[in-house]
């Protein structure tokens, strides 16, 4: 699977993104999809995944209040929106990709085996 991560940008403390992942190789709909996060100096950190079924885990309600991750298996894409954005969400954001017969617990970045090149997210106060 090659993922490819897109639409970081500046953005106000505020404001809203719409990150995407539009993945290519296999089968789309196969895999768990996950975003992670990592900010200067700072570990990589797991964010929402969306399951090849569709359930959904965020990493703390927080981030499920603020951040939504979806998918369009039509289009081999993931996504996650992010409102309310905050200066502490600046980072680069990942998706990531791991095949749904992985029996792992997908809120660490060892779970997945399938990175895109992550995309920047700057907000500023």
């Known amino acids: 699977v090659q993922l490819q991560a897109s639409g970081g940008g500046l953005v106000q403390a505020g404001g809203s993104l719409r990150l995407s992942c539009a993945a290519s190789?296999?089968?789309?709909?196969?895999?768990?999809m996950g975003w992670f996060r990592q900010a200067p100096g700072k570990e990589r950190e797991f964010v929402a995944v969306i399951r090849w079924n569709g359930i959904i885990t965020y990493s703390s309600d927080s981030m499920k209040g603020r951040f939504t991750i979806s998918r369009d298996n039509a289009k081999n894409t993931a996504y996650l929106e992010m409102n309310s954005l905050k200066p502490e969400d600046t980072a680069v954001y990942y998706c990531a990709a791991v095949h749904m017969l992985s029996n792992t617990r997908l809120r660490f970045k060892d779970d997945y085996n399938y990175w895109g090149q992550g995309t920047l997210v700057t907000v500023s106060s």
């Open positions: 190789g296999r089968t789309f709909s196969s895999y768990n």
